[in-house]
């Protein structure tokens, strides 16, 4: 990587002193050279640049005009003289900032795509760089691209019922390549942006990780990211409640009653309210392991019924559609009440996801 010297800014003179101070005078303290040598951006270094970005040790020369375009804090900085003591390469002059480089090469890799709707259609983005799009661009006042990262990252944690089979799979087939740890980031910039509808779902992957990870943190590109004391403790409030909320689904949807057994295709309909018996025997047998369970929005009953068949537990078509139907009511009502579990309030939550009658 090429590497450039920055030109120090002038230090104005002093007037001779005597004595000892004359002798402090002729050794003038210095910068150290090591502070003035970076490492130009390969990526991002153009020769006929107008500023000089420096991000820790890395410089990136581009265009004052594109960084003025997207940002009010660029725009009014340049607008601003600045003094002759500057720092400056090659005359261009240099601005300093306090942000990782790699954050401000994803940055400049949105300038440099046709548009951004183009880069935000790829297959799969990584996370990292929409989080740290997402930090960069609050932080410098980019409003439309905030804007736009924050509309790509809401297709995964929504405030409308997402309504999938299981969450891996789930967060494998989204716009945005993530892993459960990434929600503890999520969590950290909903708060930041104070878009607090992401919250609820954000908290719920969270409420998958181990107990260590929500309390201590984890690392991630990096960074380490952790949650705050009081999303520590709505995790731990909001474990317990989706444990109940998994128990609660299981006995609702086995539950027998004449009402259920209204679609039943058999005569009589006993060997199906034999087989509600025996599913819920097959749940209560493993108790604990249905307590500890803290994802009620996965599901348990497909349109495969080998596994019940494999237990000898038959149901005709009408009650198995029946099961799927209770299923599905069931994770929209958890979903309803999720940000209760939290301890959240949402705006526009209760509109948005109205609440299934029991």
Request: hydrophobic share 40%; net charge negative; charged share 25%.
């Amino acid at each position: 990587m090429q590497e450039i010297a920055v030109s120090a800014p002038k230090r104005a003179k002093k007037r001779t002193r005597v004595d000892s101070e004359a002798s402090e005078e002729e050794h003038p303290p210095t910068r150290s050279p090591a502070r003035n040598i970076l490492k130009c951006s390969e990526e991002f270094w153009y020769e006929d640049g107008s500023v000089v970005l420096v991000a820790q040790d890395t410089a990136f020369r581009i265009y004052r005009g594109l960084l003025a375009q997207h940002s009010p804090v660029f725009r009014d900085l340049f607008t601003i003289p600045q003094p002759n003591t500057s720092e400056s390469v090659d005359d261009c002059p240099v601005v300093r900032i306090p942000d990782d480089p790699d954050d401000v090469a994803r940055l400049l890799r949105i300038f440099a795509a046709t548009s951004t709707v183009s880069y935000f259609s790829n297959d799969q983005i990584p996370f990292a760089d929409v989080a740290a799009i997402i930090r960069i661009t609050h932080k410098y006042q980019m409003d439309q691209l905030l804007g736009r990262a924050l509309q790509n990252l809401k297709t995964v944690f929504k405030d409308t019922f997402p309504d999938f089979i299981r969450l891996d799979h789930f967060l494998a087939e989204s716009s945005i390549e993530l892993d459960c740890r990434d929600a503890i980031t999520v969590v950290n910039l909903a708060h930041l942006t104070q878009n607090l509808s992401m919250l609820p779902m954000a908290l719920y992957i969270c409420c998958q990780l181990a107990p260590k990870d929500i309390i201590a943190g984890v690392d991630r590109n990096g960074r380490r990211e952790r949650l705050s004391q009081d999303d520590i403790v709505r995790c731990i409030a909001g474990r317990l409640k989706l444990s109940q909320a998994s128990v609660t689904a299981v006995f609702r949807v086995f539950q027998c009653s004449d009402e259920c057994m209204e679609q039943c295709k058999r005569v009589n309909g006993s060997t199906c309210r034999r087989a509600l018996h025996a599913a819920l025997q097959k749940y209560g047998a493993d108790f604990s392991a249905l307590c500890a369970g803290t994802m009620p929005l996965d599901t348990w009953i497909t349109d495969d019924r080998d596994y019940f068949d494999s237990f000898s537990i038959k149901f005709c078509s009408g009650c198995w559609k029946r099961l799927q139907e209770t299923e599905q009511e069931e994770h929209r009502r958890i979903w309803c009440e999720l940000p209760v579990y939290f301890g959240l309030e949402v705006e526009g939550w209760k509109e948005k996801n109205p609440v299934v009658p029991k």
